[in-house]
């Protein structure tokens, strides 16, 4: 099956610790016609391409090495009108709990539900967490 020009968004963020589950999402991200990525391994280096690129999605790793943790980053992107898709192998129920309100891929990630995921993604309108009002 070709996906190519399925999807038009332009770049895509990639943040992964895993250096060999980032090669083989960012090919299957090639597959589905995403051919614009740059790939973060941690936050120092998200916040870099952040303020150096354009970025029209992001595929955040809820948590990296050494205990760090993308949903504040996420809740930013979204904030900007980045769309954001959080990803991760751990316990599903307590990932999507936290990432409530945003899209969820749990690893390990195929492409079919890959496809499906940023479909979603793509259509909606960035999710952004409401601030309470203060007097």
Known sequence: MDYKDIFDVGTVLVVEDDVLAAETLIDKLAVLGYQDTMLATDLLQADQIINSQKIDLALLDVKLAKGAR???????????????????????????????????????????RLKATLQRAVIREPFVVSQPNHI
């Open 70 to 112: 993308t949903i504040e980053l996420g809740r930013a992107l979204s904030a900007l009108g980045i769309r954001v898709v959080f990803m991760s192998g751990f316990n599903r129920i307590d990932m999507a709990r936290a990432t409530q309100g945003f899209e969820f891929i749990e690893k390990p990630i195929s492409l079919s």
